[in-house]
């Protein structure tokens, strides 16, 4: 799973900086941080559209669109998935209340 995530990290920052005709990526960089995140907003409106009606396969799709666009938000802001998975794993085994309570 990290593989496939690594990877297409490495392809939105490749693809950053090309012609926004020519990219999807290259055209939400093209329109700023700004039509980024309502890419990300609209996406997960879907991924809750798609989970209350209990469609598997719609929300799969969903959930890929909207990892997809947080992949571009996270390299539009300088950081990688990398981040987000080490993050994840200091919260492993920890309750997630008990995670809450601690945030500052």
């Not at 960089?29 to 559209?49: F, H, R, S």
């Not at 666009?69 to 996270?74: I, K």
């Not at 200091?90 to 601690?102: L, M, Y």
Request: aromatic share 4%.
């Amino acid at each position: 799973m990290g593989d496939v995530l690594k990877a297409l990290a490495e392809v939105i920052e490749a693809r950053k900086n090309a012609p926004a005709a020519e990219s999807y990526v290259a055209s939400l960089y093209a329109g700023g941080v700004d039509a980024i995140l309502k890419k990300v907003g609209e996406e997960a409106i879907e991924v809750v559209i798609a989970g209350q009606r209990g469609d598997r396969d719609a929300l799969v799709h969903e959930v890929a669109d909207l990892w997809f666009h947080c992949l571009v938000l996270l390299a539009a802001r300088g950081s990688h998935p990398e981040a987000v998975t080490a993050e994840l794993a200091r919260r492993f085994g920890i309750s997630g209340h008990e995670e809450k309570a601690h945030r500052g």
